[in-house]
Structure formats: structure tokens, C-alpha cells
């Protein structure tokens, strides 16, 4: 075997058992199909009608200029180690993540959340007072150009009415837990997540790190990952999992565009066989050639593209409260079986904000002072993201 596993926490009995609607950070999927899991961001789970099945491959494209990917793949594991699920990570040995401590984010208590959520839409208002804000006829025509997309309509079909202090039925916690961004856990907070989900004590969270070699055939080394992450999620009875691989592609992993598919193509496979886990992976999809992008886009089940801003952009010159701006993001791509959405959302493309201590995802916002100096001709704008 050419790659080096490491495991922590408890064993458990060699029974199987697929997740019911009762097992931990799980909800019961209205169209019938696997169990919902939380991604750990709820305006990410807000934007796709509530959160992903299990059993499905998960793609964040990155474009090498901004730290959103890693960012949802730390959302990712953070609220399944809050939830009491088991979590997997597969990383190339040059890579700078030791296992799954290094993909959580600090938990906020609920008392920190609430003054949290009543600050930020403190300056959300402010902000909207300053600009005076009119923004859904101006989102049509600025969207539309940019993305050929047409404005929001509402709430989305087949939407969950989750809400961020919703309870996940089984659990005792919310569906989706308030996770800070903006200070790294300390090691004894780590300690204390992993030994403690959900801060209620119980069965130490079960985590495995398996660690790629260079040069030993790293397609063949991914998958094996995944299948031995998959066999121990089913020892464990009605046990949830979640496996990340970062980077994928990267310069790190030394792989070409088409190992790289195959890879995902795989991992999709071994992911649809199995009802009890999810996998998560960032891929540096901008910068592949397009028709190796579009690929790898279109083997996963969820697609997820996140890119910079140019400062001359319209988005960060026609947007309100500019200086939160960090990003956009497009919904390529959604599970076709289990899903709770029968098909893409009316707007999947969102603008990334740093909202404080998280990740907000919010429809593009039109500050009319900026509006009115561009047409004027002040500031020639582009309307790449």
C-alpha cells in the first residue's frame, strides 16, 4: 500500500446499517431520496433549497486568487464534527494539511451568535441607509448582461424552511451550526470539538487521514482512500461520514487534467453506492484548459465555481457595501437524483461578502451612486468576476 492512513477515535461493531431520517445532522429528503446533510454555510444551503444528499461528490472549482474553496471545505468538516458524523481526508504528502483538525473552524456559543447575527445586520442597515439602495429591477439589468441570468423570483421550489436555529430532526442541535472564519481554533478547541460533538459530550467523532505518496500512481491511491473511508463508515451502524480532498490538480498532486477526471469519476461511483457518505473537493478548475474544466464541472454532482473580483469589475463597483465584497460564486451544477431542487435555481450567481466572522451569499445588490458615475462615463467598468 503506497499511502500512509492514520485514524482517531473510537472503533465500533462490524454491522452495517445505511443512515435512517434519525441519524445525526441528517434531515429526510422531501422528493424521497437519500438523507440532506448540511454544507456547514447556511446561505449556501439557503441558495440550493436547503443542502446536498448523501451519496453525492461535491465540486468547488477554484481559480487560484481567493481562499473561498478551502473555506467551504473547513464549512464542510466543521458541521459534520458538530453534528457527531465521522470525517475522512485525503491529502497529497507536500500538502500543508496534517488531518481533519486542520478543516475546523471555531464554533460560536449561541449567546456570541445571536449578538453576532443582531451586529452584522446592524451594518447591513447602515449600509443600505448610506447607499439608498434599490436593487431588483437594477439586479435584472446588470445580472442579466454579466450572466445571462434572469433576476430572483422568490422562494425556490422544493426549498427546506430550515433557517439558521432550525433543529435537525434526531439531534438536539441546530441543522446548521454558526461557524467563525475569522480566528482559527486553538488546539485545545479542536481537542475539545472532536471529543465533544455538538458540545453535548457522547462518542468521540471518528476521523481518518489518508496521506497520497508522490510517484506511486495517485489515481489508484485516491480511490483505494475512498473505498477504505466508505468500508469503515458502514462498520459503524447508521453512522454518517464526510470525506474532503483539497486541491485536487493542484501543481502539489503533479496530475493531469484527465487522471484528475478519472479520479472524481470514481469517487462519484463509489459515493452513489453508498448512501452514507458525502465527498467534498476542491479542484483548480481556471487554471485547466476549458474543455478540461468543463470535464471535471460535469463528472461531479454538485458544481460549485468561485472566483475573484477585478476592482474595475461592475460587481465590485456597482455593489453595495463594496468593501465586503471577496468574491463571486456560480451554481453550476446540482444533484440530478435525491436533490431536493428538480432543477437549477432561477439565479446561480451570487456575490461572496465577508459578513464579519462569515461567508454571506447574496444576489448582486446595485449601489445607485456607482450606477450613476458609470453611465456617466467616470469609471470605465467590466463586467468579467
Known sequence: MSFVRKTKGATSSSSSSAPGPQSRGTRVCPTGGPPIISTGCA????????????????????DGWTHHAALFLKYFVSEAVAAGQSVGVVRHEHQQYADAGDFLLRRMSKSDAVKEEEAEQAEIAAARDATKLRI???????????????????AHPGRLALGKGGASPGSKGPWCH???????????????????????????????????RSGGGAVAQIVEAVRAFSAQICKRPGEVGRLVIPSLGDATWDMEADAVVNALSVIRSIAQQDPRIAVAVSVPLRVMRPSDAKQIMYVSDACFSLAAVEDTSSLAVLSADAKTVSGAMEIVRLPKFGSVRSSLPDVRSYVVRNRRRRLALEVFDVDPDAEAGGADGDAPLTTDW
Open 178 to 212: 454558526d461557524h467563525d472564519i475569522r480566528k482559527a481554533p486553538s488546539a485545545e478547541d479542536v481537542r475539545r470539538m472532536l471529543e465533544a460533538p455538538g458540545g453535548e459530550g457522547g462518542e468521540h467523532v471518528f476521523q481518518e487521514t489518508w496521506t497520497i
Open 43 to 62: 446561505d449556501l444551503d439557503r441558495v440550493i433549497g436547503g443542502g446536498l444528499p448523501l451519496g453525492t461528490l461535491s465540486v468547488f472549482a477554484e
Open 136 to 154: 431588483a429591477w437594477q439586479y435584472e439589468k446588470y445580472a442579466k448582461s454579466a450572466r445571462g441570468r434572469g433576476p430572483e423570483t422568490g
